[in-house]
T-cell receptor
Framework: KQEVTQIPAALSVPEGENLVLNCSFT??????LQWFRQDPGKGLTSLLL?????REQTSGRLNASLDKSSGRSTLYIAASQPGDSATYLC??????????????FGQGTILTVHP | SQTIHQWPATLVQPVGSPLSLECTVE??????LYWYRQAAGRGLQLLFY??????ISSEVPQNLSASRPQDRQFILSSKKLLLSDSGFYLC??????????????FGDGTRLSIL
């Protein structure tokens, strides 16, 4: 069964800092990995999707990397802003076992960027 | 462009009452559809998914059921709500075909409180 872990659970940084969020998964047999943002009381917004054959994806100030063999992904946020404050969720879709075709989520990292 | 709608946004129901949450997708045909629940202190859990009209797969034994009466309509129901059904319910869609390779897009969610 696929399990996804995110570290740290919470992070507070001053505006302008570069930061890294970590995600690890137990089963490397995945189709892809997706990073989401969730604002309080809201749904999920997809930030980046990395296919299993890819190493990284970039969108603006966000860069996500994937090391499938070691079961790890990082989300790098450059020059953080207060508007980046949200919960960031990592999720993978497995291509084998009981988790086949299912999006398995981590518990999320709560990010606070203060002015 | 594709959009996903969920309603209601919030709902307060007494224990033992019925439930019907609705989700519709616009701008695409034959999408894969999903219902997730986010309970307090827990991660997102997949409840049901559907690859076509009348085709529903249940992920966890529970008090809830799902139906897909039309191509772009997904309904989450219960005949008698339990306290443990409280949570944030999210509907999602992905393009038709291989569920493993496509990103999932989420609605704004329904906050369900059981009294």
């Amino acid at each position: 069964k696929q399990e996804v872990t995110q570290i740290p659970a919470a992070l507070s940084v001053p505006e302008g800092e570069n930061l890294v969020l970590n995600c690890s998964f137990t089963d490397s047999a995945i189709y892809n990995l997706q990073w989401f943002r969730q604002d309080p009381g809201k749904g999920l917004t997809s930030l980046l999707l990395i296919q299993s054959s890819q190493r990284e994806q970039t969108s603006g100030r966000l860069n996500a990397s994937l090391d499938k063999s070691s079961g790890r992904s990082t989300l790098y946020i450059a020059a953080s802003q207060p508007g980046d404050s949200a919960t960031y969720l990592c999720a993978v879709i497995s291509n084998s076992g009981t988790s086949y075709g299912k999006l398995t989520f981590g518990q999320g990292t709560i990010l606070t960027v203060h002015p | 462009s594709q959009t996903i709608h969920q309603w209601p946004a919030t709902l307060v129901q007494p224990v033992g009452s019925p439930l019907s949450l609705e989700c519709t997708v616009e701008g695409t045909s034959n999408p894969n559809l999903y219902w997730y629940r986010q309970a307090a202190g827990r991660g997102l859990q997949l409840l049901f998914y559907s690859v076509g009209i009348g085709q529903i797969s249940s992920e966890v034994p529970q008090n809830l059921s799902a139906s897909r009466p039309q191509d772009r309509q997904f309904i989450l129901s219960s005949k008698k709500l339990l306290l443990s059904d409280s949570g944030f319910y999210l509907c999602a869609w992905s393009p038709p075909g291989g569920r493993g390779h496509q990103p999932q897009h989420f609605g704004d969610g329904t906050r369900l409180s059981i009294l």
